[in-house]
Nanobody, 118 residues
Framework: QVQLVESGGGLVQAGGSLRLSCAAS????????MGWYRQAPGKQRELVAFITSGGNTNYADSVKGRFTISRDNAKKTWDLQMNTLKPEDTAVYYCNALIVGLTTRNYWGQGTQVTVSS
């Protein structure tokens, strides 16, 4: 059974920083794309950033220049460094990954709340 566990959410003032981490465990042969999504109240879940197995990254326009995604293949972890946070970044953040295990499918973390106060 594959599981993704997130950590690092919390409450921060506007302009501050937070670092989210996601760790994958279980029977995993490889992890392709790793990503972070977020969902604010009343809004659809949206892609924040993702990183491929080769290290290529992609970011939502709203976070470019402020957020950085990174991964550690050996540890099966990936992080989202969030700087210069804004109130509009407030959301539940979910990690996601395409994992090759006994089956190949997308997995989601349980979500972690990020709240940015003005």
């Amino acid at each position: 059974q594959v599981q993704l566990v997130e950590s690092g959410g919390g409450l921060v003032q506007a302009g501050g920083s937070l670092r989210l981490s996601c760790a994958a465990s279980g029977i995993i042969f490889s992890i392709d794309a790793m990503g972070w999504y977020r969902q604010a109240p009343g809004k659809q879940r949206e892609l924040v950033a993702f990183i491929t197995s080769g290290g290529n990254t992609n970011y939502a326009d709203s976070v470019k220049g402020r957020f950085t995604i990174s991964r550690d293949n050996a540890k099966k972890t990936w992080d989202l460094q969030m700087n210069t946070l804004k109130p509009e970044d407030t959301a539940v953040y979910y990690c996601n990954a395409l994992i090759v295990g006994l089956t190949t499918r997308n997995y989601w973390g349980q979500g972690t709340q990020v709240t940015v106060s003005s």
